[in-house]
């Protein structure tokens, strides 16, 4: 009768802990976070250069002149000195929307922040890390304040959530790693691969073949001392291990399939990236938002993430 009990309590819990935050907390929460934010640098005048839309902007200027916005460049680059358009073919749109978009108006990519709530289990995750991201991610106008708010929306059933998914990959490459959440939703996973590919497929005609090679090159010869003694230095905590970090790294993500864990396994690809900065947490953030229930979740086999409330 006392494991019964037991039983009847831990089924209860996972219930109570599956549920998602009332909108009425979650909404001033997210809203308190952009006002600590915004306002005192307002107040005080902070500049806010938004150096990263900048730098894609001058991608974009790079791709009108010359047909191609990436540079030759030596291996071993330094990227505190050097600014070049890393991103791959398939992120054409990003260097449309540096050419037309004012960098504030990206503030607009955490209004899917507001609208999807995360579950009560992974809620101060999500919270936390949010509060150091928010900011930086704006002032610096990072791509990353655009694939979070993509990977909060592939939580969308169906094709919206295909070509969200397809979108971020396109941009950054790593996301794609969310994509076996997706297998059991036929629709969504069509619409990614015919979205990614349609990407793909412009990028090589705007910028040539040979840009996919530029690309590689560019991110193969980054420095090894990325945003060392500044702001938007790495805080990878792997960093200190070496090479064993891809090890490490690649054991959290496969981790994360195994427990079917967005977020975990976003963190652990996310890991093996030397240049990890504050702004990356905005990311880990949209995937606490979209883990699926604690409840009736089976390890070894990913969940779609949904943003359909359970049930009572």
Do not use: C
Not at 58 to 73: C, I, N, Q, V
Not at 190 to 212: C, I, M
Not at 214 to 233: F, K, P, Y
């Amino acid at each position: 009768m006392a494991q019964m009990n037991r039983l009847a309590q831990l089924r209860r819990l996972r219930a109570y802990v599956d549920r998602r935050v009332p909108a009425r907390y979650w909404i001033p929460s997210v809203a308190l976070i952009a006002v600590l934010w915004l306002v005192p640098a307002l107040l005080f005048s902070i500049p806010s250069n938004h150096v990263d839309w900048l730098i894609y902007g001058d991608g974009a200027a790079r791709w009108m002149a010359t047909g191609s916005p990436y540079e030759s460049l030596e291996m071993g680059w330094n990227p505190n000195t050097q600014f070049p358009y890393i991103y791959p073919p398939s992120s054409w749109p990003l260097l449309l929307l540096a050419l037309i978009l004012p960098a504030p108006l990206l503030l607009a990519a955490f209004v899917p922040f507001l609208v999807q709530r995360p579950r009560l289990a992974f809620a101060p995750l999500a919270l936390a890390f949010l509060v150091p991201s928010f900011g930086p991610a704006f002032y610096w106008g990072n791509v990353n304040i655009l694939v979070a708010a993509l990977i909060v929306l592939t939580a969308l059933p169906g094709t919206a959530g295909g070509i969200a998914l397809a979108v971020a990959v396109a941009l950054k490459g790593y996301p794609i790693v969310l994509l076996p959440f997706f297998w059991g939703d036929w629709r969504r996973t069509r619409a990614f691969a015919v979205a990614f590919v349609f990407l793909a497929a412009v990028g090589t005609v705007l910028f040539g073949p040979d840009s996919w090679i530029q690309w590689i090159r560019s991110v193969i010869g980054e420095g090894d001392m990325i945003g060392q003694g500044n702001l938007t230095g790495p805080i990878n905590p792997l960093l200190q291990l070496g090479p064993v970090r891809y090890v490490v790294a690649g054991l959290i993500a496969a981790a994360g399939l195994f427990v079917a864990s967005p977020l975990l396994t976003l963190v652990g690809v996310t890991l093996l990236f030397q240049g990890v900065s504050v702004h990356y947490l905005l990311t880990f953030a949209a995937a606490a938002l979209i883990e699926s229930p604690l409840r009736g979740r089976r390890v070894g086999h990913p969940k779609a993430p949904s943003v359909r409330a359970p049930r009572a």
